[in-house]
């Protein structure tokens, strides 16, 4: 869907149709999800966020600014909420047993069984080392590697700088190699395949 139409439904949502934000939910609802799952790595507590998410833009839907990325700013309000649901419980101990499974309703092709074993391994690995990082590291992870987003786009979003934003990558990459380092992980590469 390009800007245009994405800002015609923001547009209709002000207007009072609550179906056009309907379609906005549907249109970013994998990323907002995936997004919160990524930093809270559970999914229950992801299903809240991402609802929080959009509950959160829809009230503040008259201050988003209709020259900028809707799905940017909505990924700042979910990586924002996110920040905040991880202060709140950063006494307590987070679980690393549950399993990274793809959000329910995002499935669409079913890998054989061996490659998904696989994938679930590499995923749960993925997401206990992104667990050691703080808050703010694994944010910036995310939003560059699983959501492609520019160094001006996160840094935007996060209202700091590309320099700021390239320095936590940095050492959030340093992190996460000092961590494969000291525990070697069986069938996994800091380098990827093809690379």
């Not at 509950?55 to 920040?83: G, M, P, Q, V």
């Not at 703080?134 to 996160?154: F, H, N, P, Q």
């Not at 590309?162 to 320095?167: L, W, Y």
Request: overall charge negative; hydrophobic content about 40%; some cysteine.
């Amino acid at each position: 869907m390009s800007q245009e139409d994405v800002t015609l439904l923001v547009q209709q949502t002000l207007d009072g149709d609550q179906q056009a934000f309907g379609q906005l939910v549907q249109l970013y609802e994998r990323d907002v999800y995936n997004l919160a799952y990524r930093m809270l790595y559970n999914s229950n507590e992801a299903e809240d966020a991402a609802q929080e998410a959009f509950l959160r833009a829809y009230a503040n839907l008259e201050r988003y600014d209709l020259a900028r990325s809707f799905k940017t700013w909505l990924l700042s309000i979910t990586s924002n909420h996110c920040i905040d649901r991880i202060r709140r419980r950063r006494l307590t101990w987070l679980s690393l047993d549950e399993p990274l499974p793809p959000h329910p309703a995002l499935t669409s092709d079913v890998p054989n069984p061996e490659q998904a074993t696989l994938d679930h391994e590499r995923n749960q690995i993925v997401q206990e080392l992104l667990e050691k990082l703080s808050a703010d590291y694994r944010l910036v992870v995310v939003l560059r590697y699983w959501y492609d987003l520019s160094y001006a786009e996160i840094a935007n979003m996060l209202d700091t700088t590309e320099s700021a934003i390239k320095s936590r990558l940095f050492r959030a990459r340093q992190a996460l190699a000092k961590e494969i380092e000291s525990q070697p992980i069986p069938f996994f590469s800091p380098v990827m395949e093809g690379s």
